[in-house]
Nanobody, 120 residues
């Protein structure tokens, strides 16, 4: 099982980006998934999460600006980031605490990280 994140880049303050994270590998079940970020010199923090049923949770710092969504058929989650601020600059990681395939169960999967840079 692998998580592949994409969609990072450079944008000016106020701009938008959309991140994607796709799970691959004969997926049978993915429960919650989420996006984390880590800025230089800071700890990794939860940005947003979504359950298999679509219930969402956001960090206070991104509420009203970011939207997490998922396509269960594609085993993919998205993070739509609008009104980006300088302080949103970070490496963004996707995470899946639990993934079951046809033959195994695994825990705490992480994508490779995608860099988001907000600068003027």
């Amino acid at each position: 099982v692998q998580l592949q994140a994409s969609g990072g880049g450079s944008v000016q303050p106020g701009g938008s980006l959309r991140l994607s994270c796709a799970a691959s590998g004969n997926i049978a079940e993915i429960r919650s998934m989420g996006w984390y970020r880590q800025a230089p010199g800071k700890q990794r923090e939860l940005v947003a999460s979504i359950t298999s049923g679509g219930h969402t949770n956001y960090a206070d710092s991104v509420k009203g600006r970011f939207t997490i969504s998922r396509n269960n058929a594609k085993s993919t989650i998205y993070l739509q980031m609008d009104s980006l601020k300088l302080e949103d600059t970070a490496v963004y990681y996707c995470n899946a605490p639990y993934i079951a395939t046809m033959v195994t169960v695994g825990y705490d999967y992480w994508g490779q990280g995608t860099l988001v840079t907000v600068s003027s």
